[in-house]
């Protein structure tokens, strides 16, 4: 019977009017203790909010770093993604170097230079 | 000032280190908050630090509040699960659940003198720690805290049709232990 009004409950009052007396009287009595518990809280003795706060200028207080790092640990996945960047340009450029530092050695030549230019672009693209 | 601020400005505030900002909020989010515990916990010495604790986690951890549901929801949500652990912990150490000295709590209601406000509040606290804990957590979500069925799904993280046969289910229960004072 209360299965039938938790159901009917969340569809809409439209159902709520079509019941039968026996079954009105078991919804009420659902009502009644939804309404009943819902009137009951619980709260805290005052000055609660008080205590909290002083319980957390305490934690700040005993580790004055404590935000530094925790600003810090926010911060840690950018620097770590930061710096592995960096590298990858690092090591990046340390290929092309070495790369243009082998085509000289090759060509017999230290640097490149207008005159073997073409021939640096012809062996670029082969 | 801070009382008129919104709850995602007041927990902008909070981001910037004020500490009269996270006062307003605790104040502002007390009630739910300890409605929760008190009532997954019962009236233990223990109770209050957790809500405490609830609130400093919500501190420390505040970066990753990213407001997608209501500061509400979200400390229910940790409040719930604080409570979930503390029981799990109390399971282990095979600690029991003992009701405190009653200067420990206040009930706060309307229409009721404070004899029946008593009566009522043990009776409900009684009832709610003989319910197993899933049902219990959505009893106080559902009934006490008022949150829709949807919501209290979302927040426990189960379907509704499972939150709707939990309440059901409970509500069966908590009939015959309170029939005496609805």
């Known amino acids: 019977m209360f299965r039938k009004a938790l159901h009917f409950r969340s569809r809409d009052s439209h159902y709520e009017q079509k019941m039968s007396p026996a079954f009105e009287e078991n919804f009420l009595e659902w009502k009644r ?3 009943g518990l819902g009137m009951v809280q619980f709260t805290f003795r005052d000055g ?3 205590r909290v706060t002083a319980r957390l200028m ?17 911060l840690l996945p950018k620097i770590v993604y930061s710096s592995l960047f960096v590298l990858i340009l690092i090591i990046a450029l340390i290929f092309v170097i070495h790369g243009e530092l082998d085509h000289n050695v090759l060509m017999g030549t230290d640097r ?4 073997n230019f073409i021939s640096y672009l012809i062996f670029q693209g082969s | 000032m801070l009382s008129q601020l919104t709850d995602k400005d007041l927990v902008d505030q909070i981001k910037k280190g004020n500490i009269k900002a996270f006062d307003e909020f605790v104040k502002r989010f007390e009630k739910p908050v300890s409605n929760v515990i008190i009532g997954m916990l019962g009236n233990t010495q223990d109770t209050e630090l957790i809500a405490q604790d609830v609130f400093i986690r919500f501190y420390q951890t505040i970066d990753k509040f990213r407001q997608e549901s209501g500061p509400k ?6 409040a ?12 282990r150490s095979r600690e029991k659940l003992l009701y405190s000295d009653d200067s420990f709590l206040q009930l706060k209601s309307e229409g009721h003198n404070p004899a029946e406000d008593f009566d009522l509040r043990d009776a409900v ?7 197993d804990v899933k049902h219990r957590s959505v009893v106080i979500l559902r009934l006490i805290e008022g949150y829709s069925t949807r919501e209290t799904a979302k927040i426990l993280k189960i379907p509704q049709g499972t939150v709707l046969s939990r309440l059901f289910r409970a509500q069966e229960q908590l ?6 004072y609805l």
């Open chain 1, 58 to 74: 305490n934690l700040l207080e005993k580790d004055p770093m404590r935000e530094f790092y925790a600003s810090l640990s926010s």
């Open chain 2, 175 to 180: 009939r015959d232990m309170l029939k005496n």
């Open chain 2, 73 to 78: 929801t979200y400390l229910t949500r940790m």
């Open chain 1, 33 to 35: 203790l939804e309404s």
């Open chain 1, 48 to 50: 609660f909010s008080n």
């Open chain 1, 112 to 115: 490149i230079d207008d005159s």
């Open chain 2, 80 to 91: 719930i699960n604080m409570s979930l652990n503390e029981i799990k912990r109390q399971k």
């Open chain 2, 125 to 131: 606290q009684k009832a709610l720690q003989n319910l």
